[in-house]
């Protein structure tokens, strides 16, 4: 709330201000230059006049009012060298003057495209020739032309010494002359940059709407309106008549489109006066569309302000952003100088003929342009924030990435770790823990002759057989082995059996997928033989033999055979079951162990000895999960 | 009553016996006894010294774990003062933890708490005649070492520069469990050389003196100056 009373005064002061600058009465020559006293013929009728006068609206273009009157031309004093030029200075008139001084025509406005535009205050200075001159008093004719839609307008007249009077005309000429052009030139620039805009965003048809705003302005303003002299007068008089709120219909829709708001179903309506003073000029005759213009025109005009100033208000309230606030500002300078010509013309305020409207427009002009680069600045500025932004971003997730690695990483390591621990656990409890048992349980019998040293030996050399299997060797299973012949040898001896060791070169093929698990399960398989070997059979001679067994395929399958020079074993089936129960129990062991490695296991019996054969798989079986 | 050139050999023979575990003791002195060795034993590190300084041992045995000390400052310090004593680190699991330390201050052998006597005595017989034994996990974890790796694997740091690559062939060989017969066919040399190397092996791993220890971890990256 209080920002709206904020802009509405901030309004208001800008009414204000704007008020008292239309009020201020614009620099005229020295009173002793005026002439005021005429007689007007207007019509037939002749009556006394005293400038600034007013005369109908006629419908005819070559039906003048005279404005007779005379002045003074004091001769220059013998002491002058040169004589001064005197000239005849119009400050302001409608539509069109001649000026005839002593019968002679000196000037012809009509002549002039800027004069004819009744929008434009534009002035007139002629200068007297000398030779017209008279010492003494001069006849002074103004024949005014006028051709609507206001009624003609002649403002009070100078006379005097050309070097007094240029000044206030330059003056004028700057300011309604000069500053509209150039006004309109920057006008016409921002129509190109528009259309380039909008031709490369098409999907922003505000832009569009801007970029055809500022086109009609630019042309309307250079279209030349000399009365006689244009090959298409009822062309231009059309455009001219339509431009203005044609123009302000487009800057609306700009304004709309651009602050955000929602193209409303009505909205072509605002395009109405423009298009019907169209078709008026382009079906009707010249009479009509002036008509027209009073009646649709002006109202157009500001009816389009009016709203434009709320749609800006609207979105100034709801963003405060700088280009809505300028264009708010704009819009009010353009309001307050439309109601003050309009007020002008109706004669409700003393009427100078001086309309505002189409010179403040150029604030609107500068405020769009301002407002224009300030979006696009912006732009940029959100541009080069959003890639810093991105970085920012970019770096957060790369961080958040590592960060989630790692915690992957450490939680895989955990995993791998407490695998391990259950493995090891597993071996400890299968080979070591076993063994001790049996170890606790032989000393408490107290018998002299229990092979405790057997089962410690067997313990210590689980033991090493767990420790020795936690090593990295590579997937090459020969390195295990070379520990097992060691351990194997050394259980052999004190038996007198000989180790026979045939490793063909090439040995083992390497397995990479090879796990310290499947070494144990191996291992444990050939100590079972090399075991039973001692134990049962009364061997003399273990053979163990390791070979690349090379079939159809590239990579043969290593094989290890355990061979014993023994007795056998008795087929399962016969023979005393009792006896028979410890070495089935190993033979189990044997073939569920080969069978978590997937490696095939054999093992043939007979009088002559006994053979454990391993034939290793292709690839070893990665789960710990048939493992039990 | 002829005593065998083995026995006399033996009797000549005069083991320093170092182990704190009473009955581990006996056993080995025990083994060695019957084996007719001359065995001195000592419980403790200051017992070994007292002994060391009495009479110089031509085999010095000694555990690690110590009452009073390290088995390791005694290994160091026989290997300086006495190079000709044969020096053997005792070893309940013939780790490379406790072995490779060993070797490094100067043993040439180990031997398992758990042999068996007859192991026992062959195993110190081998040693005086200038044969070293070795595991195969001991050779696996030399020929590791000698192998360029970014990261040291873990363990006691140990130089293997001066090894030539013969050697390191025939700690491969024992490595993968090859005979010293087989390992002697594939690198072209006797098979009763082969035993001899493995104590040149073991000499070419000591670190001799602190200086040399500390240009060789300067040498190997381990530490900066």
């Given amino acids: 709330m209080s920002r709206l009373l904020q802009y509405v005064l901030l309004q208001a002061v800008i009414v204000i201000v704007c008020t008292i600058a239309l009020r201020h009465p614009l620099a005229e020559p020295p009173s002793s230059a005026l002439v005021t006293a005429f007689s007007l013929k207007d019509r037939d009728v002749e009556r006394s006049a005293t400038l600034p006068d007013f005369v109908a609206s006629r419908r005819s273009m070559n039906d003048p009012a005279f404005y007779r009157g005379s002045f003074i031309y004091d001769a220059p004093s013998a002491r002058d060298d040169a004589r001064r030029a005197w000239s005849v200075y119009l400050p302001r008139f409608t539509n069109g003057v001649e000026i005839i001084v002593n019968g002679v025509e000196i000037l012809d406005s009509r002549r002039d495209p800027s004069a004819n535009r009744p929008d434009r205050a534009t002035p007139e200075i002629a200068v007297i020739p000398a030779s017209l001159l008279r010492d003494g008093p001069n006849d002074l004719v103004i024949r005014l032309y006028v051709w609507g839609p206001v009624s003609g307008f002649l403002d009070r007249l100078y006379v005097g010494p050309d070097e007094v009077l240029r000044p206030y005309y330059e003056k004028r000429t700057l300011l309604f002359v000069t500053l509209p052009m150039v006004f309109s030139a920057w006008q016409g620039i921002l129509a190109v940059i528009l259309i380039v805009l909008w031709a490369v965003r098409r999907h922003e048809p505000a832009y569009g709407a801007l970029a055809a705003a500022m086109a009609l302005g630019a042309i309307q303003a250079f279209l030349p309106t000399a009365v006689d002299q244009t090959a298409h007068p009822e062309f231009n008089a059309t455009v001219i008549a339509s431009s203005a709120p044609l123009e302000s219909g487009f800057v609306l829709a700009f304004a709309i489109l651009f602050f955000g708001r929602k193209w409303p179903r009505y909205g072509p309506l605002i395009f109405l006066p423009g298009v019907l003073l169209v078709l008026i000029g382009l079906f009707g005759n010249p009479e009509m569309l002036r008509q027209a213009f009073v009646v649709l025109g002006i109202p157009g005009l500001g009816l389009n302000l009016v709203l434009l100033a709320l749609v800006v208000a609207w979105s100034e309230l709801r963003r405060q952003d700088v280009p809505s606030l300028l264009l708010g500002c704009a819009v009010t300078i353009v309001l307050t100088c439309w109601v003050h010509d309009v007020l002008s013309v109706l004669q409700i305020i003393p009427d100078h003929r001086v309309f505002f409207t189409r010179l403040s427009y150029s604030a609107m002009l500068v405020a769009i342009g301002a407002g224009l680069t300030w979006r696009f600045a912006g732009a940029l500025n959100r541009v080069d924030g959003f890639a810093a932004h991105l970085a920012i971003r970019l770096r957060e997730a790369e961080d958040k990435l590592k960060a989630s690695f790692a915690r992957e990483e450490a939680r895989a390591r955990a995993a791998a770790l407490a695998r391990e621990r259950a493995r090891l656990m597993r071996d400890l409890h299968d080979g070591l823990g076993g063994q001790l048992v049996s170890i606790v349980a032989l000393s408490e019998r107290g018998d002299a002759s229990a092979p405790v040293g057997d089962a410690a030996r067997a313990a210590l050399k689980d033991l090493r057989l767990v420790i020795d299997s936690m090593d990295d060797i590579g997937g090459d299973l020969m390195l295990a082995l070379g520990s097992w012949r060691d351990r194997a040898a050394a259980q052999l001896r004190p038996h007198g059996i000989a180790l026979d060791w045939r490793a063909t070169p090439p040995g083992l093929p390497v397995h990479p997928e090879l796990r310290p698990w499947h070494v144990i399960q191996i291992v444990r398989i050939l100590d079972e033989a090399v075991t039973n070997a001692v134990k049962h059979a009364e061997a003399r001679r273990v053979t163990v033999s390791i070979e690349t067994l090379s079939d159809t395929s590239s990579s043969g399958c290593g094989c290890i055979t355990v061979e014993d020079d023994g007795k056998g074993f008795p087929p399962a089936s016969g023979g005393a079951a009792a006896l028979e129960r410890p070495a089935a129990r190993g033979l189990r062991n044997m073939r569920s162990r080969a069978a978590r490695c997937g490696a095939a296991f054999e093992l043939v019996s007979g009088a002559g000895g006994t053979s454990v054969r391993l034939t290793l798989p292709r690839r070893f079986p990665d789960g710990d999960a048939v493992a039990g | ?225």
């Fill in chain 2, 1 to 225: 009553m002829t005593a065998s050139g083995d026995e006399l050999a033996a009797r000549d023979i005069t083991v320093l016996l170092v182990e704190d575990d009473p009955p581990t003791l006996w056993r080995l002195q025990d083994a060695l006894a019957k084996a007719g060795f001359d065995v001195v034993a000592a419980a403790t590190l200051a017992d070994a010294r007292a002994s060391l300084a009495k009479r110089t041992p031509r085999v010095l045995l000694t555990d690690l774990q110590l009452p009073d000390g390290h088995g390791v400052d005694l290994i160091r310090e026989t290997r300086q003062r006495f190079p000709d004593t044969e020096i053997m680190v005792i070893s309940i699991l013939g780790d490379e933890e406790s072995v490779i330390s060993a070797i490094t201050v100067g043993a040439t052998g180990y031997l398992l708490k758990d042999a068996f006597p007859t192991d026992i005595a062959s195993t110190v017989r081998d040693l005086v005649a200038g044969h070293s034994p070795i595991s195969a996990s001991i050779a696996r974890f030399i020929v590791r070492r000698t192998q360029a790796n970014a990261e040291p694997p873990p363990g006691p740091p140990l130089n293997t520069t001066k090894l030539t690559p013969r050697e390191i062939d025939i700690l491969w060989g024992i490595a993968k469990g090859f005979s010293y017969a087989e390992i002697a066919g594939h690198v072209g040399m006797s098979r009763q050389t082969v035993p001899g190397h493995i104590k040149s092996i073991y000499r070419k791993l000591e670190v001799h003196t602190r200086g040399e220890a500390v240009f060789e971890a300067l040498q190997q990256g381990l530490i900066k100056l």
